[in-house]
């Protein structure tokens, strides 16, 4: 069974400019989340997908960030215009249905913003 | 508001010594608590986890950790250490009714040495 992979592994934008992460998470999988670790803090809830559904975005930093869930399948995170302070590794996690279950997350991806 | 504190960002052991990583959680509701790693260039991977029931859990590797209500705490142990488990380690829990987002510690390098 392949895991949640993540694209692309590595990215350098300049402030200003648009990225765009994306999220395979494992087939079967409803609930899909994104974290993110800033350099040196601990890593940080931004969003939880329930199929297509936002159930919750409470970790969601500002209106920069914009995250979607096609079809309730891949999900892609897009930050627009990117900030210095943006720059970290952004995690992908996925689990099946039941709240205290394992998430399985995602190699991440490393965005860096110049 | 629940929370997650790790005490040492870095560890260092002995091959084949005692492996202790500290963790205190906060929570207003009885928590879920876990333990993941991340090896370099890696995912994170899920080491074990406390739901209900007995409070020493045993994970992947040797690892086990007990959770001690009375003291708010969900240390990691192994017994004997070894070069493989050089890593980062965190704790992460889940509280708080209908929420599954992760709160996550600030992480534990552990470093063995020869």
């Known amino acids: 069974e392949a895991g949640v992979t993540q694209f692309p592994s590595h990215s350098v934008i300049e402030k200003g400019q648009t990225v765009t992460l994306r999220c395979d998470p494992i087939?079967?999988?409803?609930?899909l989340y994104w974290y993110r670790r800033v350099m040196g803090k601990e890593i940080k809830f931004l969003l939880h997908?329930?199929?297509?559904?936002?159930?919750?975005e409470s970790g969601m930093p500002n209106n920069r960030f914009l995250a979607e869930r096609t079809g309730g399948t891949y999900s892609t995170l897009k930050v627009q215009p990117a900030e210095l302070e943006d720059s970290g590794v952004y995690f992908c996690?996925?689990?099946?249905?039941?709240?205290?279950?394992?998430?399985?997350f995602g190699p991440g991806t490393r965005l860096l913003v110049l | 508001a629940q929370s997650v504190t790790q005490l040492g960002s870095h560890v260092s052991v002995s091959e084949g010594a005692l492996v202790l990583l500290r963790c205190n959680y906060s929570?207003?509701?009885?928590?879920?608590l876990f333990w993941y790693v991340q090896y370099p260039n890696q995912g994170l991977q899920l080491l074990l986890k406390?739901?209900?029931?007995?409070?020493l859990v045993k994970g992947i590797n040797g690892f086990e950790a007990e959770f001690k209500k009375s003291e708010t705490s969900f240390h990691l142990t192994k017994p004997s250490a070894h070069m493989s488990d050089a890593a980062e380690y965190f704790c992460?829990?889940?509280?708080?009714?209908?929420?599954?987002?992760?709160?996550f510690g600030s992480g534990t390098r552990l470093q063995v040495q020869p």
């Open positions: 087939s079967g999988h409803d609930n």
């Open positions: 406390y739901t209900t029931g007995a409070t």
């Open positions: 992460a829990l889940i509280a708080g009714t209908g929420r599954r987002a992760l709160t």
């Open positions: 997908f329930v199929k297509e559904s936002k159930q919750d």
């Open positions: 996690a996925s689990s099946p249905g039941v709240r205290q279950e394992t998430q399985y």
């Open positions: 929570s207003s509701v009885p928590p879920y």
